[in-house]
């Protein structure tokens, strides 16, 4: 079983930056993220294929988030740039060996790291 571990959230302002990192210890097809803020269902945020041909983003990140991989250290990255109190979440990394794009199904998670975006 692959397990996957998220690194990078902390505290920000509004206005700032940050980059999260999520670690696999074996391969994913695709790799995503996906954030939950309190009270609200999860989110998909964003997602990469295994050679990077193919990114899908959420409407609300586009243009300010970027997903990208390092194949060599089995790493996904997620850039937030331009940060909004909005973004406030759990991140999570998640990853999928389907099929289908974007993925329906996503068979590992990691355990999630803390964004917190203040105005």
């Known amino acids: 079983q692959v397990q996957l571990v998220e690194s990078g959230g902390g505290l920000v302002q509004a206005g700032g930056s940050l980059r999260l990192s999520c670690a696999a210890s074996g391969r994913t097809d695709r790799r995503a993220w996906f954030r939950q803020a309190p009270g609200k269902e999860r989110e998909f945020v964003a997602v990469?294929?295994?050679?990077?041909?193919?990114?899908y983003y959420t409407n609300s990140v586009k243009g300010r988030f970027t997903i990208s991989r390092d194949n060599a250290n089995n790493t996904v990255y997620l850039q937030m740039n331009s940060l909004k109190p909005e973004d406030t979440a759990v991140y999570y990394c998640?990853?999928?060996?389907?099929?289908?794009?974007?993925?329906?199904?996503?068979?590992?998670w990691g355990q999630g790291t803390q964004v917190t975006v203040s105005s």
């Open positions: 990469i294929t295994w050679n990077g041909d193919r990114l």
């Open positions: 998640a990853g999928s060996n389907g099929i289908t794009w974007p993925p329906s199904r996503y068979d590992v």
